[in-house]
């Protein structure tokens, strides 16, 4: 285990600066309440479970922020995994200048930033800008995924270490 954080409905403020952590993932788990602030900066999170950061049974109360900047992110499936429906209500999710990676290869789904089912919705942002990614996926968002009232939904400016792949939407 490495280290989880619990919301219960109340907003909160977090911010994890310039840490490592080698074993274990960074968990964040539960209600984090309308106009929470999550940061991560600056950090190491190299790791050899399955995931380095894991959102799992998350709710992201309306107009909150997660930040992901400049870190180094290592897992062996997922850097970044978000196991259950994400609703980005008014606020934002950045992930921005990190370095991610994924160490296996086994299975084809491993990828730097997992989502897997997405909603943005009242001038809600989801932004992935400027990361280097070394997995078989880059982003990847399974499920439903929907972007509506002015969202915004961007990749932008990403090094894709080894092959690129396109999907077309329908």
């Known amino acids: 285990m490495g280290l989880s954080i619990r919301g219960s409905g109340a907003r909160v403020h977090v911010n994890m600066t310039s840490s490592m952590l080698d074993s274990g993932a960074l968990e964040f788990r539960g209600d984090f309440g309308a106009s929470s602030q999550i940061l991560v900066v600056g950090s190491a999170l190299v790791t050899t479970s399955s995931y380095a950061i894991f959102f799992v049974a998350f709710f992201f109360g309306a107009n909150s922020s997660l930040l992901l900047i400049k870190n180094r992110i290592e897992g062996n499936r997922y850097a970044v995994y978000f196991s259950g429906a994400v609703v980005v209500d008014g606020g934002g999710i950045i992930v921005k200048g990190n370095t991610l990676s994924t160490t296996k290869e086994d299975e084809g789904v491993e990828s730097s930033?997992?989502?897997n089912a997405l909603g943005v919705k009242?001038?809600?942002?989801?932004?992935?800008?400027?990361?280097?990614?070394?997995?078989v996926n880059g982003v990847i968002l399974l499920g439903a995924t929907t972007v509506s009232s002015a969202g915004l939904l961007r990749v932008a400016e990403c090094i894709f270490v080894g092959s690129t792949k396109f999907l077309n939407s329908a």
């Open 113 to 115: 930033v997992c989502v």
């Open 122 to 135: 009242n001038g809600g942002y989801f932004d992935v800008e400027d990361n280097t990614m070394s997995s």
